[in-house]
């Protein structure tokens, strides 16, 4: 991305070149930069606090940045009014109006002047359609469900056709099953409309699922921007690591050689030059979960720790290990692993509490990050 261009960049559909926020001496945005192609569903993800709803509110031009600029289809938008940069947004509350019926709440985003009284009643069905609440067009907001009334938001907020839609939490109000429904069905809109779609959640599944790229934010800083298989599989730091998933950390390691990590009274061989950079220097070792092995013979002999299990916890399709990392010896060095082990392997081995158990680390699974320092 040229940064020292007068012009957006023409690959991208909306553009944020080096926007940095303040309020006050607070920073709430630190510099960010990223680009977003035509009919691409981004989420922007991190804790309460790290900026993604200033983000969103930048880029519709309802906060000024302090430095920076925001380019939408190779324009200029940075300080143009929120009415002409062509956006649709939804907002965590539905925002409708209760003495208004749905369809007049449809209507209400269309301009009147650019529609005839047909028309907007036409286009309005159009959307009720969509979101499937065609039917519902004579009710009041309040004889729907939370459910219904946040897809008469978004029906409203893609009536008047927008460039850019801005969804801003809109499943956070509502319970677990009816989030599950909706997130695909905001999905299956954006895809049959091809409108370029960003979305702010602080739900990592939410993010993960419907995404095509997310943008992970940590204290206003960008901590990374990738496809959600790129972000689990190949985070870029300790953060991304430990905010997507599940992760476990091994401190108090020291890098050997090109492929292997001294950690305690064990030797661990990664991939082949992946502990180059740590040569004689403090790593932080990362695995999954799901990527920690049980030995159940002796023809693995590399990466073998001794552990006892603490406790265990039944998750439904899975267990959950907490085991307690032992020396060669069996003494315990203070650090713990968890483990997900499917029902069928643990019933099999009959894995008990206080059980000693021999765990194998796949050096194809171990990511290395830089060990923090103490503070």
């Known amino acids: 991305m040229d940064r020292n261009s007068d012009n957006g960049n023409n690959d991208y559909f909306l553009e944020v070149r080096n926007i940095t926020k303040m ?10 930069s990223i680009g977003i192609e035509q009919g691409e569903f981004v989420s922007i993800l991190g804790p309460s606090g790290c900026g993604k709803t200033t983000l969103l509110r930048v880029i ?18 940075s300080r143009e009014p929120v009415a002409s940069r062509k956006l649709g947004i939804v907002f965590q509350s539905y925002a409708l109006f209760p003495n208004i019926n749905i ?6 985003g269309l301009n009147r002047r650019q529609f005839t009284a047909a028309q907007q009643e036409q286009r309005s069905m159009e959307m009720l359609e969509l979101v499937g609440l065609e039917d519902q067009a004579s009710k009041y907001p309040a004889q ?23 969804l801003d939490e809109p499943l956070s109000a509502l319970d677990a099953k009816v989030r599950v429904f ?36 940590e204290d206003g800083k960008l901590m990374q921007f990738a496809t959600p298989k790129a972000l689990y599989g190949s985070p870029e730091n300790a953060f991304v690591a430990g ?7 091994l401190t108090d390691s020291i890098g050997h050689d090109p492929q292997s990590i001294f950690f305690g009274q064990y030797k661990l061989q990664t991939e082949p030059g992946r502990a180059a950079d740590f040569q004689g220097r403090p790593v932080t070792i990362a695995i999954r979960p799901e990527d920690i092995r049980l030995i159940r013979d002796s023809s693995i002999d590399i990466n073998v720790l001794k552990t006892k299990v603490d406790h265990i916890e ?10 307690q990392i032992l020396n060669k010896g069996g003494g315990a060095i203070g650090q713990f692993l968890e483990m997900d082990l499917q029902v069928e392997a643990m019933e099999s081995m009959e894995i ?3 059980m000693e158990l021999p765990i194998h680390l796949p050096p194809e699974r171990l990511i290395l990050f830089k060990a923090k320092k103490a503070s």
Do not use: K
């Not at 519709?60 to 938008?77: F, H, K, M, P």
């Not at 998750?315 to 085991?323: D, E, K, N």
């Open 23 to 32: 309020f006050g001496q607070f920073t709430a945005l630190s510099n960010i």
């Open 60 to 77: 519709a031009g309802l906060e000024e940045q302090n430095t920076g600029s925001v380019w939408i289809e190779g324009r200029d938008v």
């Open 103 to 108: 369809i007049g709440n449809v209507q209400y």
């Open 144 to 166: 729907l469900s939370g459910g219904q009334q946040q897809r008469v938001a978004l029906a409203r907020a893609l009536a008047p056709s927008p460039s850019l839609l801005l």
């Open 182 to 217: 909706l997130r695909s069905e905001i999905r299956r809109i954006q895809e049959t409309l091809g409108v370029t779609t960003v979305m702010v959640t602080h739900d990592q599944e939410e993010a993960l699922t419907m995404a095509d790229r997310v943008v992970v934010l």
């Open 243 to 249: 905010f997507i998933g599940g992760m476990n950390f």
């Open 314 to 323: 039944f998750r439904g399709s899975l267990y959950t290990i907490h085991l």
């Open 352 to 354: 008990s509490s206080q």
